[in-house]
């Protein structure tokens, strides 16, 4: 079975990014909690893809300390290609040219194109308690497996965090 690829946003889904300026960037990134070993599981079983609608030279610094080997991800989108539709950004995953996609993004309707392809998380602060990477992860190992669709998953999802 060929193996899906996992889209994921940077900013508030895995990182929250305060005030900086060039140099400091790096210590002004808050990963979200259990971020590591969420990448080290996806990884497994995904291939992993980065798509910010933020400006390269940003999204690459923090890329490179989110993947220092360059074993996470394998290829990274910015700002420069995203897309407007009816005056909003978008992000069109066509582009990407693969057959499974899974987008995860605290901001769905950046998805015009493949709003069902994908699970909107709540946008990450820098809370020490979040554990929304951890509640992610059966659920996208189970996608990835074929045992769910997406749709499911993102219902489930949903359900779980309104109980
Ligand atoms: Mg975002």
């Known amino acids: 079975m060929a193996r899906s690829t996992l889209v994921l946003d940077l900013d508030q889904t895995l990182v929250s990014v305060v005030d900086h300026d060039e ?3 790096l210590q002004c990134v808050t990963k979200r909690p259990g971020l590591d070993r969420f990448l080290k599981d996806m990884s497994q079983v995904y291939e992993i893809v980065v798509f910010s ?3 390269a030279s940003y999204v690459k610094k923090i890329v490179s300390s989110l993947d220092p080997t360059g074993e996470i991800f394998s290829a990274v989108f910015t700002g420069s290609d995203t897309d407007w539709l009816s005056g909003q950004r978008v992000k069109d ?6 057959d499974k996609i899974v ?3 605290d901001n769905a309707s950046l998805y015009p194109y493949n709003p069902k392809n994908g699970i909107q998380v709540p946008p990450f602060h820098g ?5 929304i990477l951890g509640a992610l992860t059966p659920l996208l190992l ?3 497996l074929g045992q769910i669709s997406v749709e499911n998953a993102s ?5 779980a965090r309104n109980k």
């Open 23 to 25: 140099e400091t960037l």
């Open 127 to 131: 809370d020490p308690n979040d554990s």
């Open 53 to 55: 609608a933020s400006g």
């Open 93 to 98: 995953l066509r582009k990407l040219n693969r």
């Open 103 to 105: 987008w995860i993004d």
């Open 155 to 159: 219902e489930l999802f949903v359900r």
């Open 142 to 144: 189970e996608v990835a």
